[in-house]
């Protein structure tokens, strides 16, 4: 292993289109690995059961809601890492990875292991409305369709139990998901992917064969084939955990998808040449550094997370768990699609944020493009593929549990639909995902925050409910409908944003050297240029104390 770098090497320069693939491979890998191990989760628990699929949803996302917003702000490493490496000054990295972990524990404590505590009573919240109106229903139907729709309050029970379960779990054991986050975000920052990628290969792989294991137990898993089925064995002496134990398995899998790059980090190599263990005390600078530059994207994602949480449980729960079903299915394919974009807007947030250091915005610009250009041509063929195989690919996670052959082929039905939904945004979404990673790197992230509260808002939860009132005979096609008008006009002002140059006048690292200047004491007979040496010289000392001051005219 070699230390890392700590200057651009304008010796052997890359090829723009070689060095971001050399750069978001291992990236895309690392991402892609996730949506490929929660797809086989999914497959996995729908063998269980249709409304296990539901509640594996229903759970994830709620659970996820909090850890989002905490996710806007640790990603943010990247930027002061990126930015420090191409500035040459890659020693000031290790201090933003303990601030990411010292949040996260912060985190933690006050704000996801309450939620936790309140998981049930958010889920029993959710579906009251449905619950009221099957109710109402019951006075006025004839005893057959009665007891149909006591098995469907039945199931909603059932269904509470099952997501307040599985997303507790996920959240008492978030804890290192979220330092995970902050130490991956520092080696994509130090242009070092490979370390991510191996952790989260190993952690899927974990994640997956444990999943399997305790999901199952000694029962094992019987696939229908054609000539009746094909049996997989169990593992002695294991119990069937179901939906339980794909939660279990997760959290497992991420602890050792986090140990791996925290061993590297805390290593003697990356000690000596980064001091990576002589910061790991808690300290106000780097955290507020964090804080001030992260909380636009964390509002941005965490808003985003909250309203698609609606949007799944809320708005197309309305129409029955058929629905969410099918839409969770839908999702896992959607997931398949984006996920590779997401890495390479990674890699395009680390090339903008050292290209910008170096001072050459023009090459972030050819950069962020080549991301890109290759995201869209692969999110277009998914396009193609959500499309022209909607049915067979919906059917294939259904199958387990005691569903009928009639629930089987409401569930088709639905999904093809929104499979078509989906289908038609694939493209533009790469303009969004790709376009917002290189504005992370010029440190914009207040604009597109604030342009994400207010499109997601809007289209997302106000235009599906709308959908819902005006046109309920759509069901939950409608509230999809709302959601690729979101995702479409996003993609197009995302990318006009990013080419209108407006990130441009943002200066993350030359306040601090700005800054510097100014409390240097007045040495007249000092030349200066070797001022300017003394003052890049001293920044990093009071990079902590630093605050942007762009807007305040007094301290201009």
Known sequence: ???????????????????????????????????????????????????????????GIWSFTPIAFAFGVLTVVNTFVSQN???????????????????????????????????EHVFTFIHRPQVDRLLASLSTLPADAAATVRAELDDLDRLVTLETEYGRILLVGALVLMMGKGIHHYFFGLHRPKVVTLSALC??????????????????????????????????????????GAAIGTVIGTLVEVAIPLAIFLGPRMNASLASRSVWKPRLGPMRDLIRIGWPAAVQFGNEIVCWSIFMSVLVGLFGTNHQTAGWIVLSYMHLSFMPAVGFSVAVTSLVGKYIGAGEP?????????????????????????????????????????VTAAETEAIVVIGAKLMICAAIFQTVDAFGIVYTGALRGAGDTV??????????????????????????????????????????????TMAWRFESG???????????????????????????????????????????????????????
């Open 1 to 59: 292993m070699t230390a890392p770098p700590t200057q651009l090497d304008d010796a052997t320069p890359l090829r723009p289109l070689a060095e971001v693939w050399s750069i978001a491979w291992p990236t895309v890998l690392t991402m892609t690995s996730y949506p490929i191990m929660q797809f086989v989760d999914k497959l996995m628990v729908g063998q269980v059961g249709p409304l296990e699929v539901a509640a594996q949803g229903n759970g």
């Open 85 to 119: 490496l191409g500035a040459g000054r890659a020693k000031e990295g290790p201090k933003y990875a303990w601030a990411a972990i010292w949040l996260s524990v912060l985190a933690w404590l006050f704000v996801l292991l309450p939620w936790a505590a309140m998981l």
């Open 203 to 244: 952690g899927n792989l974990t994640n997956v064969l444990l999943n399997y294991t305790l999901i199952f137990g000694a029962d094992g898993l019987v696939i229908p084939t054609a000539s009746g089925g094909l049996t997989l064995p169990g593992v002695p002496g294991v119990p069937a955990l179901g939906l339980r």
């Open 362 to 402: 023009d090459t972030a610009v050819n950069r962020a493009r080549l991301g890109l250009a290759i995201s869209v041509v692969y999110m277009t063929i998914c396009g193609a593929a959500l499309y022209f195989f909607r049915e067979p690919m919906v059917r294939w996670f259904i199958g387990g549990g005691e």
């Open 447 to 492: 604009w597109p925050g604030v342009v994400t509260i207010i499109y997601s808002w809007s289209l997302i939860v106000g235009g599906g409910w709308a959908m819902t009132v005006l046109w309920p005979q759509l069901e939950s096609v409608g509230p999809w409908i709302g959601a690729s008008v979101y995702i479409v006009l996003f993609g197009v």
């Open 502 to 556: 407006r990130w441009r006048s943002i200066r993350l690292l030359g306040d601090i050297e700005a800054d510097a200047a100014r409390r240097m004491p007045p040495a007249p007979a000092l030349p200066a240029s070797e001022a300017d040496a003394v003052a890049r010289d001293i920044a990093p000392e009071l990079g902590e104390a630093a605050v942007e001051r762009e807007d305040d005219p007094a301290a201009r």
